[in-house]
């Protein structure tokens, strides 16, 4: 098990990259995480949702998600709440408070999902949550120490030392442990290093003198493209990625629209990492400046987001923008908000109704059943400069609430193979749909995630946008996103092997398998 002494530690990271070692030493490795906190989320191939962080794992893997190895999925919907997700399903809508009282109630479920990998895997990767030291949740806790006690799971203790104090937050945590809970503590890993290690190792030996627990590696700052789990990313820093001052020549400009519950912002992973794109995350007007083209990304509160950009201008910027003819995509939340008007009678959000943006001529009406449906399409009527897009296949899967309604204009997309889940256990093949999305004029709109994940798909995009703008963009080659991404975990692990203490950390395991 892999815990961190604070949230960003790189404890996901750490965990996806022992995912691959133990894959290419040939053993069967699943992740498991008991609860998830995040907007990131993931339709497996039977329709059940879970967190991308043990996507990204069980990828490193090289094996299918299951919603095993993420019972429980927390997606904020406010500052003191959230939606319940309990083995894929959403149980219902609870405080903070609420969930504190109740989460223990879930233990049977989090026991039932290990035992089955259990029965399949050689090795399970466990990733903690937060920080395990919480001392006023650690009676009740499910996801750190009180789930390592249950399973009887060897622990390594991961401090990020990019943020300063990492020999305080190691030994502090250590401190706040109760001692059935340090005993379980087998090896400390100092993470993001950056400079000459050996003026690091005097406060190693200290380290672990006081600690009394050995410093199994110290793990670089690394450099490496894999999807980050929640909104703690460093990607919306804009790393190398453009700036309204400093747009890279002759590159075509994408601007993504930060809202405040920005949800499966890893859309934009293809796009972040093509030639000739500069893609940028804005949080205001002023950092707009004039885009090639803005998305509007999946939000777990379409109308509260709305209400924000509408407050802070960035609604009146992309009107102006879309009067331009600037290209305007829409995903899911953000594409509900391009609509007309968004209703809420069931209070399923914020309740009531709204108007939208009024660049597309839809209606949302949300629901309480959550459709979670994978998808395969084909884009067929695509206005726009865009237009190029039409006839293009396309995988991905749809996540929401609500259904939106067009208005005298055809569907954008057609889909050709979808399995329609409704949460409760109902499923209703009536309601099938082979329709998604909406396009007019230079403004797009889809419910499909994973839409931009084809390099086909944003070769077209990158030569339609290139041709608009007077440029000339054309790269070496498309990017395959499989590919590279199996590039990133191969070199996630080789930097781990030559940084992490491999032997010892066997060694761990065939003590606790002893």
């Known amino acids: 098990m892999i815990q961190g002494t604070m949230s960003n530690a790189g404890k996901s990271l750490i965990c996806a990259g022992l995912c691959r070692i133990f894959r290419q030493d040939g053993y069967k490795v699943a992740p498991f995480k008991s609860q998830n906190m995040a907007l990131n989320s993931f339709i497996t191939e039977d329709g059940l949702e879970m967190g991308r962080a043990q996507v990204v794992q069980a990828e490193a893997a090289g094996i299918r998600p299951q919603v095993q190895m993420n019972p429980i999925l927390l997606k904020p919907t406010n500052d003191v709440g959230s ?10 809508n609870m405080s903070a408070r609420d969930y504190f009282a109740y989460k223990k109630q879930l233990i049977p479920d989090i026991m039932k999902a290990f035992h089955q990998l259990e029965e399949e ?3 399970i990767v466990i990733e903690g949550a937060g920080s395990p030291a919480e001392i006023n949740l650690k009676q009740d806790d499910i996801v750190n120490m009180g789930l390592a006690k249950m399973i009887h799971a060897p622990v390594l203790l991961v401090g990020d030392i990019d943020r300063g104090g990492v020999f305080a937050q190691l030994l502090g945590t250590l401190m706040l442990l109760e001692n059935e809970e340090k005993v379980l503590v087998k090896g ?8 000459d290690k050996t003026i ?3 406060g190693i030996d200290m380290l672990e003198e006081k600690g009394g627990i050995p410093v199994v590696g110290v793990t670089p700052y690394m450099q490496v493209e894999i999807e980050d789990e929640d909104s703690l990313t460093e990607r919306f820093n804009g790393r190398n990625r453009g700036t309204i001052l400093e747009t890279l020549a002759g590159s ?6 930060r809202t405040p519950r920005i949800s499966n912002f890893t859309d934009f992973m293809l796009l972040e990492n093509t030639e000739g794109i500069s893609l940028r995350y804005v949080t205001n007007h002023a950092e707009i400046g004039n885009p090639d083209m803005i998305i509007l990304p999946g939000t777990k509160n379409t109308m509260e987001d709305l209400l924000w950009m509408r407050q802070n201008g ?7 923008a879309a009067a331009r003819g600037t290209v305007i995509w829409g995903i899911c939340g953000g594409y509900q908000m391009l609509g007309e008007k968004l209703s809420d009678p069931d209070g399923v959000e914020a309740g009531g109704s709204i108007r939208g943006m009024g660049l597309l001529p839809v209606e949302t009406i949300f629901g309480r059943q959550k459709t979670r449906t994978r998808i395969v399409g084909i884009f067929r009527q695509v206005d726009g400069i865009l237009s190029g897009l039409k006839d293009i296949e396309f995988e991905g899967y749809e996540i929401h609430m609500g259904e939106t309604r067009l208005h005298g204009i055809l569907p954008m997309n057609e889909i050709h ?14 309601n099938l749909h082979v329709q998604d999305g909406a396009s007019k004029g230079n403004v797009y709109g889809t419910y499909i995630h994973g839409i931009f994940d084809r390099e086909e798909i944003v070769a077209e995009m990158i030569r339609s946008l290139a ?5 000339s963009i054309h790269p070496e080659s498309g990017m395959d996103l499989k590919k590279f991404k199996e590039i990133q975990y191969n070199l996630l692990a080789d930097t781990l092997r030559e940084h992490l203490d491999m032997k010892r950390i066997y060694e761990i395991l065939a003590e606790e398998e002893g």
């Open 83 to 92: 939606q319940v997700i309990v083995n894929g399903e959403v149980l219902g």
């Open 121 to 123: 895997y050689d090795i």
């Open 188 to 195: 400390l890993i100092i993470n993001k290093f950056r400079g």
């Open 200 to 202: 690091l190792d005097p």
């Open 252 to 257: 075509i400009d994408i601007v993504v629209i």
């Open 314 to 320: 960035l609604e009146t910027e992309i009107q102006k």
């Open 417 to 430: 193979d979808t399995v329609l889940h409704f949460d409760q256990s109902e499923k209703d093949l009536k």
């Open 467 to 471: 041709e608009k703008k007077g440029i």
